[in-house]
C-alpha cells in the first residue's frame, strides 16, 4: 500500500493510497479511505470507467431496470463521485457535508463535474422542488455508520414528496443480515412512507458479518433478478420499531 494523502477534516480522518490488491483481486487500485477501515470509494487505475465495488453496480442495476429512461438524480454522500460519473448524460445533484472528500476526489480519482454542493444532505434535499427526482441515492457514511437523522420517518416522508412518478430511494447501509435492531427499525419506518420495499445483502461469511445492504423502496413496483446481481440475495427483515426525529440517540 503506497499512502497519497492523509487529512483529518471536520468529520472525518481520510486517507488516499494505491495498492496493488483490492477484495482478493490483483492490479492497481486507488483507495479512499476512513479510519475505521471503511472504504468509501475506488477506481480501478487501468481502467477507470470500471465500476469497482459490488453494492455500487448492483444500485446502477436497480436504478437502469425500474426506470431506464431516468434523468434526474439527487444523492447524499460523495465518496469519489461514482455514480455521477458515470452517467455523462443524466443531471445530478450531489450533497456532500465534508468539503475535504470533495477536494480529494478532484485531486486524485479525477472527479471533474461541478455538481456538488456541500452541507447537510437532508437540508439540501428540503430545499428541492417536489416531484423532482427519479431516484435519491444514499451513500453517506460517519464513524457510527449511516447518519441517523436520514432514517427516520420524517426524513424518508420528505424525500417521498421530491421524488417523480415511478421514483425511488435506494440506501446503502451497513449491518447484518439477522438480528440487526438498526436494520429492522429503518426497513419498518420506511414502510410507513412508501408501498414497495426491497432488502438485498451482499455476500458475506456469515450472519453475523457486517456487509452491505442495499435497501430500495418507492411507490411502484420494483423489479429485480438476484441472477444478475452478483451474489446479492433478497432479505426478509424482522419488524423493527419506528425512527422518529423526536428520539435521536435511540441507538447510541
Known sequence: MHILAKEMSAFNEITVYDTSELYGE????????????????????KDRKRIL????????YLMELNKPSFKHVFVIGHGVGTFSSHYGDKQF??????EK?????????????DDVVIGDGRQILSQSDESTYDYI???????KGTPLHL?????????????????????????????????NAIHTTLRESYMFTKVFSCPATSEAEIRNIIVMASNAAIEFDVREMEGLYELDLAEGHIIRDSRPNEFK
Open 101 to 113: 472528500i470533495v477536494e480529494l476526489s478532484k485531486l486524485y480519482f479525477n472527479y471533474s463535474k
Open 26 to 45: 490483483m492490479g492497481r487500485f486507488r483507495c479512499l479511505q476512513f479510519a475505521d477501515d471503511s472504504i468509501q470509494g475506488a477506481v480501478d487505475l
Open 93 to 98: 445533484k450531489v450533497a456532500e457535508i465534508d
Open 53 to 60: 465495488l459490488v453494492y455500487q453496480r448492483a444500485i446502477i
Open 137 to 143: 441515492i444514499l451513500d453517506a457514511f460517519n464513524s
Open 151 to 183: 432514517t427516520t420517518r420524517e426524513f424518508f416522508r420528505m424525500a417521498s414528496e421530491k421524488l417523480a412518478p415511478r421514483g425511488a430511494l435506494i440506501m446503502n447501509l451497513m449491518g447484518k443480515s439477522k438480528n440487526d435492531r438498526l436494520m
